[in-house]
Every structure is written in structure tokens, then in C-alpha cells.
């Protein structure tokens, strides 16, 4: 089957590029950046001539949506970039793979959520309540793909880190490592995810449709929630990774959000129910500790 990654030199992209190592499948990595030793086709995903294009020319099946803008606090003074690459470009995949009869698997966030109070871990069906640019766009992605009626499955995901690019665990592992001090938020909840475990995740979702071979519709489209097992704050998340990498010097106290001014008020209680994704697809997913664990030990790896 050919699958085609837009987002391909990202933390997600680049753990797809290790996934399809390990498929028969024939992959097309795809980003609007090249990166020196790394086959990176260049694709703007909000032109859709352009996305039709290689589509039909490489006979894809399957899309594989890792791009997206993640700049939670300068997408409220960006608004219209962060629209076109996270709601018009999802239009614009999932009318070109319903045109192809293919499966659009499209990733998207916990920040979908966050305007309500609430203290469970949030199911697929909970009315989306974005407090900022960045959610909002992301649901009407969302919504722009359910709307275009071809076979798609929407990932929402949170607190997404690798060995790749710019992300948490890395900011953390520096910042302790080099500051006597440091002040860390406790009253943001969620789940910590591993990039790598999240494109396990896509890996199944494609070998099922696959076997599938839908004709008349992918029986097990819809919307997932996936994250590691699990909850902690962004506090508990930096002692755990301070305590694995040894940066026992550092002191790390909690505080409170507001003490960190920022233009969007993040969701205070983001765990995502996985129950559904578990059971379709069967999943055993790994404790956020776990995979922590190993991937630091890759980065250790890759020094």
C-alpha cells in the first residue's frame, strides 16, 4: 500500500519514518522543508492542486496527517496561518482521499477541549470547547474532515514528545540540568505521550484497514483518543524526568498556572479516555513512565 506523511521532519513524522521500517508498505515522506540527509519530498498541504497531484501520481491509499501549526501561544496573533494549516489543510487531504477512496488518518489535540470544567478523563463524544486559536482551528479541522465524507480516522492526542525536534522533555532535561532552581506548574493535568507509541498506533490502524479493503466505507472510521496510560501534572512530569536523567541538583517546585502569564488559557484537565481505541483496535498502550523511560534512553543513544 502507498502511504503519504505530510509533517514527515516532525516528532510524529519522524517516528513514522522508523515505523515504516518495519512494514511492507511504501511510504512518501512529505513536508514543506527539506532537511539535510533525511528524503523529505517538499508538499504544501493547503494546495490542493498540489496534494492532488502526488496523490493520484504515486497511487496513494492512505494519508497520514502529521502536520500541523503547534504554536499554542502565537497562534493568537497568527490566526490565519494557524487556520490554513490546521482547518483548511484537513478540507483539503479529505476531499482529495475521498476523490482517491482512500483512509485520511488525521491527527489532532486535547486542546479541543478546556472551556468546561470537568474532572474525568474526556471520551470521544464530549462537546469540544476550545479556550484558544489553536484548538478552535484544530476542531473545525476536525469537523472539516467529518463533513467531507471520505474514510478517516482523527487521532486526538496530548503532551506529545520524542528523541525528535523541540518538545517538554527536552526543555526539562536542560533547564534541570543547568538552573539551581526551578518552577514547574501543578494544576495542569494530563498524559504525557511518546510519539513513537502513537505511531505504533497509526501503524495498527493501517494494517486494519488494509486487511479491511473497504469498498463501501471503513467500518471502524470515526474519532480516537490516544495517549500513554496514566495522569500527572507538567510538575510531576519534570521530577520524573529529572530523576531519570540524574539532575538530582536541580530544585523543582510547584506553582500555580497564573504565575506563567500567556494569551491562552490551557486546559487544566486534559486526560483522554482511550477506551474506545483500546477496544476496536486492540491496543495494549504503555504507562507514560515506561515509555519516558525508554526514550530517554534513545536520546542517550543518539549522543
Not at 31 to 53: F, H, N, P, Q, W
Not at 131 to 149: C, D, I, P
Request: proline share 4%; charged share 20%.
Amino acid at each position: 500500500m502507498n502511504i503519504l506523511v505530510t509533517g514527515a521532519n516532525g516528532q510524529l513524522g519522524n517516528e513514522m519514518r522508523i515505523i515504516a521500517q518495519t512494514t511492507g508498505d511504501h511510504y512518501i515522506f512529505t513536508d514543506v522543508v527539506s532537511v539535510e540527509g533525511v528524503e523529505t519530498v517538499l508538499l504544501d498541504i493547503t494546495d490542493a492542486d498540489a496534494v492532488k497531484r502526488i496523490v493520484k501520481e504515486n497511487g496513494v491509499r492512505c494519508v497520514v496527517n502529521c502536520a500541523a501549526y503547534t504554536n499554542v501561544d502565537k497562534a493568537e496573533s497568527d490566526e490565519a496561518l494557524c487556520r490554513r494549516l490546521n482547518a483548511d489543510a484537513p478540507r483539503i487531504l479529505a476531499g482529495t482521499m475521498k476523490e482517491a477512496g482512500g483512509l485520511l488518518v488525521h491527527v489532532s489535540t486535547d486542546y479541543v477541549f478546556g472551556g468546561d470544567p470537568y474532572n474525568t478523563p474526556c471520551r470521544e463524544d464530549q462537546k469540544g470547547t476550545p479556550t484558544g486559536v489553536y484548538g478552535m482551528t484544530k476542531l473545525e479541522g476536525e469537523r472539516n474532515v467529518q463533513a467531507s465524507g471520505c474514510d478517516y480516522v482523527i487521532l486526538r492526542t496530548a503532551w506529545l514528545y520524542s528523541e525528535f525536534g523541540r518538545n517538554f522533555v527536552k526543555t526539562m532535561l536542560n533547564l534541570t540540568a543547568t538552573k539551581p532552581s526551578l518552577k514547574v506548574v501543578f494544576d495542569q493535568v494530563g498524559t504525557p505521550t511518546y510519539a513513537y507509541d502513537l505511531a505504533l498506533a497509526i501503524k495498527t490502524v493501517l494494517a486494519d484497514y488494509t486487511a479491511e479493503n473497504p469498498n463501501a466505507g471503513y467500518s471502524k472510521a470515526g474519532i480516537y483518543h490516544f495517549s500513554n496510560e496514566g495522569v500527572c501534572s507538567w510538575y510531576d512530569f519534570t521530577k520524573k524526568i529529572a530523576t531519570l536523567a540524574g539532575n538530582t541538583a536541580c530544585d523543582i517546585e510547584p506553582c500555580h498556572s497564573d504565575e506563567f502569564p500567556s494569551p491562552v488559557k490551557r486546559p487544566a484537565y486534559s486526560v483522554l479516555d482511550k477506551t474506545k481505541i483500546k477496544q476496536v483496535f486492540g491496543l495494549k498502550i504503555p504507562y507514560w513512565t515506561d515509555s519516558l523511560k525508554q526514550c530517554m534512553s534513545n536520546m542517550s543513544a543518539l549522543k
